[in-house]
């Protein structure tokens, strides 16, 4: 599968667990990734694994620029992806963001985007 397309298939899980049908599997999801279960670690895991393996891929492709240690950067987009899930009334309280709303869910998308696609203090 190319990137790409494994990119779309992850905002759109994404928008589905933050979607509020989806409550009951986004807390388990939130559950399963806060323990120290091995089924979570592993769960976590696999996701950097594949991560990093697309920002490689990207890189490759020229359409990205070369991570300094891929497996870090993954883990730090990775986490940003499961914030809204894992920090939801954090965000809910900090923000005044409900994620059930459209408008909302476009605004962290968003500043989301561009945190990924630019640098937030150039040299």
Known sequence: ????????????????LLD?????????????LLSEDT????W????????AQQLTQRADMQIA????????TA????ILGYAPLILRPQLKHALRLDFDDENDR?????AQT??????????
């Open 1 to 16: 599968m190319r990137p790409v397309a494994i990119g779309v298939r992850i905002v759109a899980l994404k928008h589905d």
């Open 20 to 32: 509020s049908d989806a409550v009951p599997f986004g807390a388990y999801v939130r559950r399963v």
């Open 39 to 42: 089924a979570g670690l592993h």
């Open 44 to 51: 976590f895991q696999r996701t950097v694994d594949e991560a």
């Open 65 to 72: 620029r070369r991570a300094t240690d891929p497996q870090v």
């Open 75 to 78: 883990a730090m987009i990775v």
């Open 106 to 110: 476009a605004r962290w998308a968003e």
């Open 114 to 123: 561009e945190l990924l696609s630019s640098a937030l203090y150039p040299a």
